[in-house]
C-alpha cells in the first residue's frame, strides 16, 4: 500500500513557477515509479510526468516538456514537479500517481494503483 499526498499548489501568474511535492507512505516506495497527472474542468486527466524506480528515467509530455521537471528522492519518499514559464493553459488539479511497472513510459493512466488527492494548480494574471 501506497498513500500519497500532494501540497505546493496555487495561483501564479504566467511565466512564474511553482514546485510540487508528494509525499509518500509506505516501506516499498523506490519499487514504484511515479508519475504526475493533472486534470481541468471539464477535460480528462492527462499525463504529465513520470520517473521510474531509481530516477534514471524520465518522461515528460510534449506540451511540458523543457518546462517541467520531475524528481524523486527515495531516502525521503518524495517525488517533485519544478515547474517553470507557467502558462494559463497548465491551470488544473495535478496528482501523483504510483505504479509498480512503467506503463507505456510510465504515461499510461489506467497503468498506475495509487493516487494523491490533487493539488490546484492556477496560472492567471
Known amino acids: 500500500q501506497v498513500q500519497l499526498v500532494e501540497s505546493g499548489g496555487g495561483l501564479v501568474q504566467p511565466g512564474g513557477s511553482l514546485r510540487l511535492s508528494c509525499a509518500a507512505s509506505?516501506?516499498?516506495?523506490?519499487?514504484?515509479?511515479m508519475g504526475w497527472f493533472r486534470q481541468a474542468p471539464g477535460k480528462e486527466r492527462e499525463f504529465v510526468a513520470a520517473?521510474?524506480?531509481?530516477?534514471?528515467?524520465?518522461n515528460y509530455a510534449d506540451s511540458v516538456k523543457g518546462r517541467f521537471t520531475i524528481s524523486r528522492y527515495n531516502s525521503k519518499k518524495m517525488v517533485y514537479l519544478q515547474m517553470n514559464s507557467l502558462k494559463t493553459e497548465d491551470t488544473a488539479v495535478y496528482l501523483c500517481?504510483?505504479?509498480?511497472?512503467?506503463?507505456?513510459?510510465?504515461?499510461?493512466?489506467?497503468?498506475?494503483?495509487?493516487w494523491g488527492q490533487g493539488t490546484q494548480v492556477t496560472v492567471s494574471s
Open positions: 500517481a504510483a505504479t509498480p511497472f512503467w506503463p507505456n513510459g510510465g504515461s499510461s493512466l489506467a497503468g498506475y494503483d495509487y
Open positions: 509506505g516501506r516499498t516506495f523506490s519499487s514504484y515509479a
Open positions: 520517473i521510474s524506480w531509481s530516477g534514471g528515467a524520465t
